[in-house]
T-cell receptor
């Protein structure tokens, strides 16, 4: 069983619409949770980083939420654009030295006209 | 400024051969990470360097995999006796500092390895 599970696996939306991606994790202990955007053929790029004490963090049209009690996070994208088409990966970091990350399998988002 | 670079971008090899994958981290980043990403999956941790030493190599799948970072900058991931199951995208990332798990990791574009 994956320690970081994401849903949906894939999603198609129309340009201009909003969407929300979900992440459930079982990684424990937990230090911080990140959302990455990965374009096809590229490395992941960080969107947000939240510690266990943060409930929400925004980066432009991206807003991430975190509930450390239920071990759930979401990434909300507003006013989607064609360039938002990518894989969105939820990543959890354990505390301690090393910063080793545990990645989810991602949600493949496609934004269409 | 330059980001993390990886070479080659693509590598095709035959089963049983030896390959080396190179990573140039962002200048000044003391931490360097290797990940492996199979098709449709998220990256999986392989090894982490702090400076020249491998601080955590728990993700290396077996002893055919080895990585070095002799001068604390460029790193090379080495795979011996390659197998078809080694085919994946190998990602490198670097970050500042040590021990602070809030440090952002910056990823390179990856090397796509195909073992025939």
């Amino acid at each position: 069983k994956n320690q970081v599970e994401q849903s949906p696996q894939s999603l198609i939306i129309l340009e201009g619409k909003n969407c929300t991606l979900q992440c459930n994790y079982t990684v424990s202990p937990f230090s911080n949770l990140r959302w990455y955007k990965q374009d096809t053929g590229r490395g992941p790029v960080s969107l947000t980083i939240m510690t266990f004490s943060e409930n929400t963090k925004s980066n432009g049209r991206y807003t991430a939420t975190l509930d450390a009690d239920t071990k759930q996070s979401s990434l909300h994208i507003t006013a989607s654009q064609l360039s938002d088409s990518a894989s969105y990966i939820c990543v959890v970091s354990a505390p301690g030295g090393g910063n080793k990350l545990t990645f989810g399998t991602g949600t493949q988002l496609k934004v269409e006209l | 400024g330059a980001g993390v670079s990886q070479t080659p971008s693509n590598k095709v090899t035959e089963k049983g051969k030896y390959v080396e994958l190179r990573c140039d981290p962002i200048s000044g980043h003391t931490a360097l990470y290797w990940y492996r990403q199979s098709l449709g999956q998220g990256p999986e941790f392989l090894i982490y360097f702090q400076g020249t030493g491998a601080a955590d190599d728990s993700g290396l799948p077996n002893d055919r995999f080895f990585a070095v970072r002799p001068e604390g900058s460029v790193s090379t991931l080495k795979i011996q006796r390659t197998e078809r199951g080694d085919s994946a995208v190998y990602l490198c990332a670097s970050s500042l500092g040590r021990g602070n798990s809030y440090n952002e990791q910056f990823f390179g574009p990856g090397t796509r390895l195909t073992v025939l």
